[in-house]
């Protein structure tokens, strides 16, 4: 099994729907999470960090379940400028960790 | 101002030669990394260096031998250059390494060196 795996879709989706991604973790002891965002040929970049109580930042909602070990994000009033690739990254180990990042859902918006 | 840059950002050559990539970060961080993303946009941690000091070496083969001349820089040296190497390899960089109580620790990378191994 997978450290971090998530359905690479890809998802088509119209401006201004909403799109919701998952990803499950395979290491219980894991202990901080994000979502990282990656253009088209381009670097990885934080998109949001993602807390047990769940947290919000404009369009994007992102949640964490620990007893069943998934996380997601929820992308509402889609915009074209959201295509892109979500990385869904899973930070495990005490002194000196390390960030495992899942394959990446492609998502494209369309007119 | 660039971030986190390396150079180069492409690269290609025949199989068998060995090769370097320079990483800098002017953010003033610790911590240093090595990524490899395959063809499959699997993005896996090689290296990683906190202060100068090798802290993670994932199983990677010893033909890649990491260089960190100090906390701004680290490089990437590859010998004996294998088809399965092509890949595009990113850089990042963090004020704190990950885990323990990084918390919220952002990692920042650079824009990738595509290689192609002929």
């Known amino acids: 099994r997978k450290e971090v795996e998530q359905d690479p879709g890809p998802f088509n989706v119209p401006e201004g729907a909403t799109v919701a991604f998952n990803c499950t973790y395979s290491n219980s002891a894991s202990q901080s999470f994000f979502w990282y965002r990656q253009d088209c040929r381009k670097e990885p970049k934080l998109l949001m960090s993602?807390?047990?109580s769940g947290n919000e930042d404009g369009r994007f909602t992102a949640q964490l379940n620990r007893a069943s070990q998934y996380i997601s994000l929820l992308i509402r009033d889609s915009k074209l400028s959201d295509s892109a690739t979500y990385l869904c990254?899973?930070?495990?180990?005490?002194?000196?960790?390390?960030?495992?990042f899942g394959q990446g859902t492609i998502l494209t918006v369309h007119p | 101002d660039t971030a986190v840059s390396q150079t180069p950002k492409y690269l290609v050559t025949q199989m068998g030669n060995d090769k370097s990539i320079k990483c800098e970060q002017n953010l003033g961080h610790d911590t240093m990394y090595w990524y490899k993303q395959d063809s499959k946009k699997f993005l896996k941690i090689m290296f990683s260096y906190n202060n100068k000091e090798l802290i993670i070496n994932e199983t990677v083969p010893n033909r890649f031998s990491p260089k960190s001349p100090d906390k701004a820089h680290l490089n990437l040296h590859i010998n004996s250059l294998e088809l399965g190497d092509s890949a595009v390899y990113f850089c990042?960089?963090?004020?704190?390494?990950?885990?323990?109580?990084?918390?919220?620790?952002?990692?920042?990378f650079g824009p990738g060196t595509r290689l192609t191994v002929l």
């Open positions: 990042a960089s963090s004020q704190l390494p990950a885990g323990g109580n990084a918390g919220d620790n952002e990692q920042f």
């Open positions: 990254v899973v930070v495990t180990g005490t002194s000196y960790g390390k960030l495992t």
């Open positions: 993602v807390y047990s």
